[in-house]
């Protein structure tokens, strides 16, 4: 067995070598004929020439070895049903689904939003837009109308997906009229909308001519062996948006080949997953997490994966653990609130199950309080590895690497940087490295690895001004992170350099929400900062300005505009009322200092404040919750 170090060496020392070397564990149609060609920086193209499938490369390679095993296997504790599909199955489902979709003219290249629940269409319909070399966009259900509406103007899909309706806790969630209601806003809609019934909303309207049926257009298709489009490896795969420092969601374009290799390679270095066992990654198939760990890894490496529909707490907080034990999950794959809420429950329900099938549990998304580390860690009696990525990566950029070494772990860190990845941690001034034990930027010299995003959708130069032009004299990629390294090597990060947040491991802009916040008739302007929260690790809080103070106007409305304008998720913990806000005398907001002292701490250097009566009401009101 190789060690970490010398693994990791060699990835950076002979990349091309390296990565020749992980592209074997994919199919290949034809043959690459260059790893890496590197000669625009910082756009790096992978496996030049070569051509595959994601789709092919996640079921129909599987067929002759494993067409009876079990690939996906989904079960809702929201409506109380189960289902499950082998390989062969699965790719039946997927195979009428492309058909579908090709009957309704999706053609290679066409982009495919999907806004559905946690079903298994959902996932049918992510893989037939792979085998069709559609590109496509699955936008998280707890978006509301006006966010899915900004997505769509993005992306500019000919089709859409979704359903009749989710359930979260019980309670139904109405996706299909979402989306009629997101369609009236935006200005490049989709030809038509493809709806599955579930029958969680019997009064859904239909728009006709746009709408189509899923179960009567199922029943319409003939043709249901749809061949594999051969993707040269840097054609697009998938968009996926994410927050940054702008109002405006960035679409993440990811590749073919190099996510295929980077998927499959990370299975084996760091997952461990074997073929023929089991993973359950307990995130939705919205974010990055979902469609890496539950949809393409497992099922490129011909495991079996989950998909759960529900919360870690219903029928009980025995869930997870009763489904690890009922399928001998071998990798498990969740975020530090989950394991949080679960801290708060009975500690006997970790104790009920057997739980010997599982090799580690990973946790990723958030930071990993040593306490909830800890406490996670002794119950399950298992490795806990805290890995850190982004969407943008597409994979683990900092981790253990159990299939490669066992090296120890430490409470709290996400151990190394991982085969590929050339981390650096620069002072945020200087752009020089800093001597361990000092705070820096994490940052990544490109070439970015395999799998990592090629662009943003359709604005290459977006993507370098975002991430290559944080430090003024070299073109380095930033995570907008800080980090700090050890002496033994170990990388601890401490949270955004930028005015992103992340509640409950999901990231939102504070810039988004205060968009959301003004689009309420009677706000004039607003702030809106993360503060630390024992749960969710981050809330976001909102200071807002009215525009006439004799208008009577609630907090209530405030959140409920946010959640019409972004959704539920980035609704404020608290909305103040004040008269104006903290700002330089150049008009910069003080974020941070309005951060600082929602958290208790000093608010730093105010010698920039252009009225000091403005922090004066921040405290008031914050002394008033
Ligand atoms: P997302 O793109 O939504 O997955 O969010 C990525 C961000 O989540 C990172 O830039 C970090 O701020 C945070 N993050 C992800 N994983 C970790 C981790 N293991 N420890 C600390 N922060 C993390």
Redesign the pocket.
Known sequence: MATYAAFHRRSLEDREGFWAEQAQLIHWHKPFNRVLDYSRPPFARWFVGGETNLCHNALDRHLAARGKQKALVWISTEVDKSRSFTYEELFFEVNRVAAMMKSLGVKQGERVIIYMPMIPEAVFAMLACARLGAIHSVVFGGFAAASLAARIDDARPALMLTADGGSRMGKHVLYKALVDESLKLARHPPRKVLIFRRGLDPAMASVRARDVDWAALEREVTLTDVPCAWLESNQPSYILY??GTTGKPKGVQRDVGGYAVALAASMQHIFCGEPGETMFTTSDIG???GHSYIVYAPLIAGMTTILYEGVPIRPDAGIWWKIVQEHKVAVMFSA?TAVRVLKKQDPAYLKKYDLSSLKHLF??????DEPTHVWITESLGRPVI???????TGWPL?SAHPGVENTPLKMGS?SFPVYGYDVRLLHEITGNEVKDGEKGVVTIAPPLPPGCMSTVWGDDQRFVDTYFKDFKNQLIYS???WGIRDKDGYYF?L??TDD?I?VA???LGTREIEEAVSAHPNIAECAVVGVADPIKGQMPLAFAVLKDASKRTTPQEVMETVDKQLGAIARPKAVHFVTLLPKTRSGKTLRRSIQALAEGRDPGDLTTIEDPGALEQIRQSLGNQ
């Open positions: 994410t927050s974010w990055v997490v530090p946790l990723a998304g958030e930071p990993l805290d890995h850190y990525w982004q969407t943008e900092l996400p995570t907008f992170d990060i949270g955004r992103v992340n491991g999901h990231r």
